[in-house]
Structures are given as C-alpha cells and as structure tokens.
C-alpha cells in the first residue's frame, strides 16, 4: 500500500491506479489513496481517524493535516465540526457502526444540523463485519442518516466508484457520509464513466423488471439476476444508485415507466434504506409494485462471514429473480 501511494501522487494518477487495479483493489484502500491525494493539492483539508489504521500513511507524509481522536467516534465528530472552522473539507472515519450510530446526535446537531463540510467515511459497513457479531453490523446507518438535513448519502460500487466519490464529496460544499465495505469485490464497470453525485448510472436499459441496487454486493447481485431473467425471456434493467440521497427520482420514474416490477437490493435493512427511498419515489406517481430486498426486520443477531450471512439475508441472485418474476405474477 505504502509503495503504491508513494508512487501515485495525484488525483490523476490516483484514479489511474485504481481502474487498472479495480478487481483486485479494495474501495476503503481506492479511497485511502485518493484522501491522501486530495489532501497534498489541498492543504486545509483535514483527515480525522477513530484508530483507523489503514490512515497511518496520511499521518506519517502530512501529520500537520492529521488527528487521531482514538476509539471516540462522538468526541470525533464534534471536533470535524469545528475543525470545518479553519479546515475545509473535513475527513472524519470510523468504522461505520460506530461513526454513524454511536455519533447520530452529534452528526444531526453539530454536522447536518450546521451544514458543514464534514464528510464521514464509514468502512465495514453492511454485513462486512459480520464475524464480530451484531455489534458490528452496519444495517441501520442508511436510513438513519438520509433522514439528516442536508446530508449526502454515497455508496460505491467498487473502488473505482469509490475513488471518484472521495473526490466528488470533497468538491461538495455540504456534509456527506460515504458508505464502504471490508474486502475487495469483483469490478462493476468495463469501461471509465464519469461519476456525478446524485445521478444514476443505468447498467441495463429498462425492461419490464426494474433492479435498483446500492452498494458492491448489490449491484452484483442485481447484474447477474439480470442476466438470468434475460436467459428466460423477461427483459430487466439495472440502475446503480450509488447516490441513495438525493435520490436520482428522474432515473427511477424513467427507468420504471414502462417496468411491471422494481425490485431494490441493498446489503442493509430493508426498512428505512434505498427501498425505502424508492418506495416513496414510486408511491408518489402510483408505480410499479415495488419488492425490497435487504435483511429482514429482527433483531440479526448471527455470527459469521460476509458471504454466508448475505445468503442468509436473501441478499442472492436466485432470490432477487424469485422476488422479480413473483411481482410479475
């Protein structure tokens, strides 16, 4: 990692790296190497880590640029908020159990409430971390922080989406969380697109099923049960909605027009997450049936890997083509 930084200094060489790198490539490590690029062209950005280690190397080069705050993600917050004072943007990370639910009163006062540019990255998010148990899912901070005033709400894809979402929050005048997860993940994208916050990107064109997914697993999940309904004659498409607020509302009614069924796919609850968010969408215009694949409502309290507790969720393909061609009726 330290090599790799050493020797991809810019932003453009940073994002280089990262799409040649992208199936092997983490998003919190594409991420990491894109703070630490943005911050040598901006010094008044500032980096806070809650004994993130994979931040060591901003520390070391740009130590004046760094604080670590220790195992207080509260604490944490509150002094991003006033580091937005005299610093711009602000970085603040944490594991995002914790960053996010452990500090939701200091980041609806003293970041969302302030609007300021704050922009709070939590890692092992979802399911990532399920080895530690459910003291370390990640499964509600979706929906808690969207429902934050003047809140950004970003989930990549991968880490070449990771990559280009650090540097569109930080160009962003307003307060973000941006959502990663643990381990590397197969690549979303074959060719280099721009990435614009709050627009979709359409991975298949409509059809009359409509997968509307956020995250890495997600979006894997949504292309594959794509391509299994095709293989059975029933057209879907594919939108990535790494920006789950603001939602892109034009790209869902467009997308879900002509669709008999939307069916969203997130590695969070499916209460108060991107279903939600769509549902209020489709609601408003008398939609499509919407079907909201996420873990279900109870208390999750398993224990093992990523891979295993997703199956367990329904978070599959087979479901995701089960819940499509039900909705089809």
């Given at each position: 990692?330290?090599?790799?930084?050493?020797?991809?200094?810019?932003?453009?060489?940073?994002?280089?790296?990262?799409?040649?790198?992208?199936?092997?490539?983490?998003?919190?490590?594409?991420?990491?190497?894109?703070?630490?690029?943005?911050?040598?062209?901006?010094?008044?950005?500032?980096?806070?880590?809650?004994?993130?280690?994979?931040?060591?190397?901003?520390?070391?080069?740009?130590?004046?640029?760094?604080?670590?705050l220790?195992?207080?993600?509260?604490?944490?917050?509150?002094?991003?908020?006033?580091?937005?004072?005299?610093?711009?943007p602000?970085?603040?990370?944490?594991?995002?159990?914790?960053?996010?639910?452990?500090?939701?009163?200091?980041?609806?006062?003293?970041?969302?409430?302030?609007?300021?540019?704050?922009?709070?990255?939590?890692?092992?998010?979802?399911?990532?971390?399920?080895?530690?148990?459910?003291?370390?899912?990640?499964?509600?901070d979706?929906?808690?922080?969207?429902?934050?005033?003047?809140?950004?709400?970003?989930?990549?894809a991968?880490?070449?989406?990771?990559?280009?979402?650090?540097?569109?929050?930080?160009?962003?005048?307003?307060?973000?969380?941006?959502?990663?997860?643990?381990?590397?993940?197969?690549?979303?994208?074959?060719?280099?697109?721009?990435?614009?916050l709050?627009?979709?990107?359409?991975?298949?064109?409509p059809?009359?099923?409509?997968?509307?997914?956020?995250?890495?697993?997600?979006?894997?999940?949504?292309?594959?049960?794509?391509?299994?309904?095709?293989?059975?004659?029933?057209?879907?498409?594919?939108?990535?909605?790494?920006?789950?607020?603001?939602?892109?509302?034009?790209a869902?009614?467009?997308?879900?027009?002509?669709?008999?069924?939307?069916?969203?796919?997130?590695?969070?609850?499916?209460?108060?997450?991107?279903?939600a968010?769509?549902?209020?969408?489709?609601?408003?215009?008398?939609?499509?049936?919407?079907?909201?694949?996420?873990?279900?409502d109870?208390?999750?309290?398993?224990?093992?890997?990523?891979?295993?507790?997703?199956?367990?969720?329904?978070?599959?393909?087979?479901?995701?083509?089960?819940?499509?061609?039900?909705?089809?009726?």
């Open positions: 990692m330290s090599t790799d930084i050493a020797a991809h200094r810019t932003v453009a060489q940073v994002l280089d790296h990262v799409w040649e790198n992208r199936a092997i490539m983490e998003s919190r490590n594409a991420y990491a190497m894109m703070l630490l690029a943005l911050a040598r062209e901006n010094p008044r950005l500032a980096c806070l880590t809650a004994d993130m280690n994979f931040e060591d190397h901003f520390a070391l080069e740009l130590p004046r640029q760094h604080v670590d220790g195992i207080a993600e509260q604490n944490m917050i509150g002094v991003a908020a006033g580091l937005t004072v005299s610093a711009r602000v970085f603040a990370n944490g594991m995002s159990p914790f960053a996010v639910a452990r500090a939701f009163e200091q980041i609806k006062i003293d970041v969302a409430g302030a609007n300021v540019p704050v922009k709070i990255v939590g890692t092992h998010a979802g399911l990532a971390s399920g080895h530690y148990g459910p003291t370390h899912h990640s499964l509600e979706i929906g808690v922080i969207r429902m934050l005033p003047n809140m950004t709400v970003v989930v990549p991968d880490s070449w989406e990771a990559a280009q979402a650090t540097v569109a929050i930080a160009d962003d005048p307003g307060p973000a969380y941006l959502r990663l997860g643990r381990q590397a993940t197969a690549p979303l994208y074959q060719e280099r697109e721009a990435f614009v709050g627009r979709a990107r359409v991975l298949r064109d059809g009359r099923v409509l997968f509307i997914a956020t995250g890495p697993h997600p979006n894997l999940v949504a292309a594959e049960a794509a391509r299994e309904l095709a293989a059975q004659g029933v057209s879907a498409g594919h939108l990535n909605m790494h920006t789950v607020k603001p939602l892109d509302r034009e869902v009614l467009h997308a879900g027009a002509n669709a008999d069924a939307v069916v969203t796919i997130e590695d969070h609850r499916a209460l108060g997450g991107l279903g968010a769509v549902c209020e969408v489709v609601a408003e215009v008398g939609g499509p049936p919407v079907r909201r694949i996420g873990v279900p109870i208390h999750y309290d398993l224990v093992g890997g990523e891979e295993y507790l997703l199956h367990h969720a329904g978070i599959t393909v087979s479901n995701a083509v089960a819940q499509a061609l039900d909705a089809l009726g």
